[in-house]
């Protein structure tokens, strides 16, 4: 069975179906869906015209996991190539004894394989945001000076929007012979620290595949994903013989034990291996999109709840 699941995907979706329909594989599938969203100005959470970190530079994370041999690649903090997804899909697959690269050398990593560059990857309108929000944490509205000395506890305190912080893609899909695969791609959470990575690029956080039992796809608080090591865990419950439904709301109860400050909530999307689809948050109101090999186009699908509390500061917030 066709199938693919994916929150934030709408505008790859149909061409990722349209690969498997061809005969290509999930992981292609997977890549060709995420490459659309990375190319879309309109999207600021996910490759090209994304909302930077506090310093106004824009760094890209991402995953992509192969669920026949559980081979993964990563980048994380990359920057000035925006398909982030493709770059480390050939950290996966060039002969190369890692899995996860950072900062300067997926950049260089990039440039070896000869990943499209667009250096200006924060645009005017994306500089003008940045700019409105660092404004926003002085009483005069002026804006921090910005050096290499600057403290910027005070400011990512501040400036941290969860408003900003949706957007994330991701991809599951399982083609035509039952292979799985499954990506993530996002520049993060807005006015993030610089060097901060999130849950997208890290196998078994933010995204897990497994044919053997399913895939799990994680938006939202990164560093409580990380923490819990969710998609891993749901695909583990899977394992142990739940049901999807079960695996899934375990996957997301356990994120109820991180002690400590929270916003932003959780999300996520999983496939089994019979192609059977959910996706969870801890906030009412979200969808994900799926869509089948016998569908012309999408669907869009209600997210079931689990709520987690939420706390900020030592307070408890909506
Ligand atoms: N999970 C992403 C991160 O923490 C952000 C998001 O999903 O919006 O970087």
């Known amino acids: 069975m066709l199938i693919i699941a994916s929150s934030n995907g709408a505008i790859g979706i149909e061409a990722a179906m349209r690969a498997l329909l061809k005969g290509g594989s999930a992981l292609d599938a997977v890549e060709i869906g995420i490459r659309l969203v990375e190319a879309n100005p309109d999207e600021h959470s996910v490759g090209y015209n994304g909302y930077p970190n506090i310093v106004g530079e824009l760094e890209l994370d991402a995953s992509i996991m192969d669920g026949r041999s559980l081979n993964s ?8 190539f925006p398909y982030a997804i493709s770059v480390a899909r050939q950290v996966m697959e060039r002969e190369l004894p890692h899995v996860l690269l950072a900062g300067q050398g997926a950049e260089r990593f990039a440039r070896e394989i000869g990943a499209e560059q667009r250096e200006e990857t924060l645009t005017e309108e994306i500089r003008a945001v940045w700019r409105k929000r660092l404004a926003s944490t002085k009483e005069s509205g002026d804006i921090p000076d910005l050096t290499d000395e600057t403290p910027l506890l005070d400011l990512v305190k501040l400036t941290t929007d969860p ?13 035509s012979v039952g292979d799985i695969a499954s990506g993530v791609s996002t520049s993060g959470w807005a006015w993030k620290y610089p060097g901060r990575i999130g849950d997208s690029p890290i196998i078994g956080a933010g995204n897990f595949a497994d044919n053997r039992y399913g895939a799990c796809a994680c938006t939202g608080m990164g560093e409580m994903a990380i923490r819990a090591g969710t998609a891993r865990s749901l695909v583990l419950y899977l394992k142990m013989g739940l049901s999807l ?6 996957a997301m109860e356990d994120l109820r034990d991180l002690a400590g400050d929270y916003i932003g909530g959780m999300n996520l999307i999983a496939l089994n291996k019979d192609g059977q689809r959910i996706g969870l948050s801890s906030r ?7 869509q089948t090999g016998d569908m012309d186009s ?12 939420m706390r900020w500061g030592g307070e408890a917030r909506e």
């Open 73 to 80: 690649g990563a980048v994380a903090l990359m920057r000035g």
């Open 245 to 250: 439904q079960e695996a899934a709301r375990r």
């Open 163 to 175: 408003e900003r912080v949706l957007g994330t893609v991701n991809f599951i899909a399982i083609d």
């Open 298 to 309: 999408y669907q869009e699908c209600e997210r079931e709840v689990v709520t987690i509390p």
């Open 284 to 290: 009412a109101g979200g969808s994900y999109i799926y």
